[in-house]
Nanobody, 122 residues
Framework: VQLQASGGGLVQAGDSLRLSCAASGRTFGTYAMGWFRQAPGQEREFVAAISWGGATIVYADSVKGRFTISRDNAKNTVYLQMNDLEPEDAAVYYC????????????????WGQGTQVTVSS
């Protein structure tokens, strides 16, 4: 499985960005997708996850109400709409894939994308 993330960039506080991540390769069956982020000097942290059909969506408390995760299974793509960005949101964002959202959140057995940089200026 290969994951290709895109959409990062430099924005000002209060702006919006939309990240995309396309999965390819042996993506047979159903799977959950999600996002993590890692700021300099910090551990990678969970951001959001969505199940195959979208019935299960989970967010980190720090992004609830500002970020929205969605997916297009026909395109094997997951999106992260990030609104009202804050300097604290600056990080490298990684997309992830796993069988279920519960497993994805642990981060232990995920497939990972290469990361896309999000920079937020105050």
């Amino acid at each position: 499985v290969q994951l290709q993330a895109s959409g990062g960039g430099l924005v000002q506080a209060g702006d919006s960005l939309r990240l995309s991540c396309a999965a390819s390769g042996r993506t047979f069956g159903t799977y959950a997708m999600g996002w993590f982020r890692q700021a300099p000097g910090q551990e990678r942290e969970f951001v959001a996850a969505i199940s195959w059909g979208g019935a299960t969506i989970v967010y980190a408390d720090s992004v609830k109400g500002r970020f929205t995760i969605s997916r297009d299974n026909a395109k094997n793509t997951v999106y992260l709409q990030m609104n009202d960005l804050e300097p604290e949101d600056a990080a490298v964002y990684y997309c992830a894939l796993n069988a279920q959202t519960r497993q994805l959140r642990t981060g232990a057995t995920n497939y990972w994308g290469q990361g896309t940089q999000v920079t937020v200026s105050s």
